[in-house]
């Protein structure tokens, strides 16, 4: 569509200085800001659950004490999301109740409320969170007591290949060689390899920058394309902004690593979610220009690793690339992948993926 083409023209478009980046503050710690449950009887004094496992009401399998309030904090595998289900669960349906947030926080959203004032849900069904984290309270009245629930937690993921939020650093650069390569590029992107991910909001968060000169980017945030129909139809807008990739070529490498750096240091930018890891995915076509660019590059990539807690995944397109140079790029050693053809990109897309997946970010836990 011409005019959403157009729309997008304008509020997509950023542009990032090259000495625009500032430093972030990383939010890690599962907050609480609630009362310690040493108030109340029967409540767990550790109330800090991981990974996988069962919490049961207070007492159980005998019965709860009357005007308790327990609060539990569970965190998923580093990576995943949280399943939960009910084995047991015998609640005075009117007073009595369990709720669950879907975040670090009691002032997250509200994933369900099983019971008492203001709930229509009466038995529990399986909730899965949409990052991380989950605080999960019980809440009895003074009257009538029951044998409360058994709740089973395990780490998942709920969507293909695995819950993250990715940032793709398209390659417009002049350095991509031919407008053939450049089609290549972007019809792999939208026709091959964003297909196997569930897009959405709530699942595989999608960002877009489409890297057009040594000094300007258009960017697409998650809200811009919240679909995998809207990743594909942006992406192959992304021929129309680049109508010959060879009109400019003053170009280098360490802008794509600059831009995916400022990209993920604005939020508004990189929509991120608390809890959820984040990947960068940079596509190179060609080597640094000389030892300066490449040690800028590296700088780059080691800031959106160490400041930004991301992940780096280089995918190099064509020959005659330095492999052993530009792996050096990348999150660790098994995240860059090369195809010596665009014609070859697509082999790559078990692999790419495998990585979005493995490996451990730095956020807490045991
Ligand atoms: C937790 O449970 C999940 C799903 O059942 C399983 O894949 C994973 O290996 C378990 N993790 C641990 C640490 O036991
Ligand atoms: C409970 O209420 C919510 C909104 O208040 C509604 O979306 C949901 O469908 C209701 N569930 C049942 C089982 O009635
Ligand atoms: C996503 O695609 C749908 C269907 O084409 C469209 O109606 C919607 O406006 C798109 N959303 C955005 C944010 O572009
Ligand atoms: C950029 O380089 C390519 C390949 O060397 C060449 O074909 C093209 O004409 C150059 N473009 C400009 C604007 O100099
Ligand atoms: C690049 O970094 C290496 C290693 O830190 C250093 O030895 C070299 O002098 C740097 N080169 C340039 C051009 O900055
Ligand atoms: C395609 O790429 C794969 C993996 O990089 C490689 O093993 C294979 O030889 C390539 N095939 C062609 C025809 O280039």
Request: aromatic share 12%.
């Amino acid at each position: 569509m011409a005019s959403q083409l157009l729309f997008f023209s304008f509020i997509g478009l950023v542009i990032l200085g090259a000495t625009a980046y500032k430093s972030k503050q990383l939010i890690h710690n599962h907050e609480k800001i609630v009362p310690s449950n040493d108030d109340f009887i029967g409540c767990p004094t550790n109330n800090d659950f991981y990974y996988n496992g069962t919490i049961n009401s207070p007492f159980y399998p005998y019965n709860y004490p009357p005007k308790d309030k327990c609060y539990y904090y569970i965190s998923a595998e580093p990576g995943k999301v949280l399943k939960f289900t009910f084995s047991h669960f015998d609640l005075e349906t009117c007073c009595d109740f369990v709720t669950i947030y879907d975040g670090p926080t009691v002032t997250s959203k509200k994933l369900v409320q099983i019971g008492g004032p203001g709930s229509n849900v009466t038995s529990p069904g399986t909730y899965y969170t949409t990052t991380r984290n989950a605080v999960m309270t019980f809440e009895s009245n003074p009257t009538i007591q029951k044998s409360g629930f058994s709740m089973q937690y395990e780490s998942v993921n709920t969507v293909s290949p695995c819950n993250r939020d990715i940032f793709l650093i398209v390659n417009g650069l002049s350095n991509v060689g031919s407008q053939a390569n450049f089609e290549k590029e972007i019809k792999f992107i939208a026709n091959q390899l964003t297909p196997t991910w569930n897009v959405g909001l709530d699942k595989v968060r999608v960002m877009l920058n489409l890297q057009t000169d040594i000094d300007y980017a258009i960017v697409w945030s998650a809200d811009d394309v919240p679909t995998n129909a809207n990743v594909t139809q942006e992406v192959l807008h992304m021929l129309e902004y680049v109508p010959d990739v060879t009109a400019d070529n003053n170009t280098d490498l360490e802008c794509l690593f600059r831009y995916a750096f400022d990209g993920l240091d604005d939020s508004k930018e990189f929509d991120e979610r608390y809890g959820i890891e984040k990947v960068v995915i940079v596509f190179v076509a060609a080597n640094a220009n000389d030892d300066q660019d490449y040690n800028e590059s590296f700088e780059f990539a080691h800031k959106i690793r160490t400041e930004q807690d991301a992940k780096v995944i280089v995918i190099g397109m064509g020959s005659g690339l330095d492999q052993t140079r530009l792996s050096k790029l990348a999150y660790a050693s098994g995240y860059a992948f090369f195809s010596t053809s665009y014609d070859n990109l697509s082999s790559l897309i078990p692999k790419i993926n495998n990585a979005i997946c493995s490996g451990l970010n730095s956020q807490c836990g045991p």
